[in-house]
């Protein structure tokens, strides 16, 4: 089985893949702090709980933070008697190399997310990505991942509203049902959910007019299916993409050891 990780500044992401298919998939809080024995308690105590009785002989991790990285390597190492795969470090190869500025390190999330983005859907592609930032990344014809947008994620700028000004409240993210809104929770919401959808519209069509030419366009994230049900600039909404292009890279790495 392979322990597929995907650690982002929010949440850290446990699927078990068995070859075929996804057997589980598990949350916890992201804390650079969390010791090897505390994520395999942790793994333990859910695997029991879902009746799940597999065997971790393989591993590969996704990090944007670089923190984590250590305690998760000892965990694979100590409890699951492998050595992972993590994206972005020696040892870990990608089908294609991102095309970038000289010395620029790409986020881990997103090259993974352009290695399952080509796999499914070909080239001359855009990811959008919902995650604590809000990323746009651009794949080329041959699957490079040739550069992107990085803005503000939803729930960070809600976070900053309610910081910045003392009085608006903390408020969670909804679709609001309409535009102009009668009390202060509505208009931050309103706020919020059409200026997402407005911005992502906006950059796409940068995108695609920098580009010069029709670019498919993929929404991964949490909050994905929320914004697609107002705009049509998605093609697909997808919440498995990363793990999925976790998968591919360990399976392109394998094939490489055994060539």
């Excluded at 933070?65 to 250590?70: A, I, K, L, Q, S």
């Excluded at 910045?164 to 706020?191: E, F, K, S, W, Y």
């Excluded at 498919?216 to 999925?244: N, R, S, W, Y």
Aim: glycine share 8%.
């Amino acid at each position: 089985m392979l322990l597929a990780i995907d650690c982002g500044n929010t949440n850290t992401v446990f699927s078990i893949w068995n070859g075929s298919e996804f057997l589980a998939t598990m949350r916890i809080a992201t804390d650079h702090k969390r010791t090897a024995d505390e994520y395999y308690v942790w793994f333990q105590t859910l695997m029991t709980l879902k009746k799940l009785d597999v065997t971790i002989r393989e591993a590969i991790i996704s990090s944007t933070v670089p923190r984590v990285v250590f305690n998760l390597r000892v965990l694979c190492n100590r409890y699951f008697d492998c050595r992972p795969y993590v994206v972005g470090k020696p040892g870990c190869e990608l089908p294609v190399a991102p095309r970038v500025d000289q010395g620029t390190t790409v986020g881990p999330d997103r090259l993974v997310n352009t290695v399952a983005g080509f796999n499914r859907h070909g080239g001359n592609l855009v990811v959008v990505d919902f995650g604590t930032a809000t990323t746009f990344d651009v794949v080329d014809t041959d699957g490079a991942y040739i550069g992107g947008v990085i803005a503000p994620g939803v729930n960070l700028s809600l976070e900053a509203l309610h910081m910045a000004a003392a009085a608006l409240p903390h408020i969670d993210i909804a679709r609001p049902a309409m535009a102009i809104g009668t009390n202060t929770v509505a208009c931050m919401q309103a706020g919020v959910y059409w200026g997402y959808i407005g911005l992502v519209e906006g950059i796409i069509r940068q995108i695609r007019a920098e580009r010069d030419r029709s670019m498919k366009v993929i929404a991964t994230g949490g909050l994905a299916p929320l914004f697609a049900q107002d705009t049509e600039i998605f093609d697909f909404v997808e919440d498995d993409l990363t793990m999925h292009g976790l998968v591919l890279i360990h399976r392109y790495n394998k094939e490489l050891e055994t060539a």
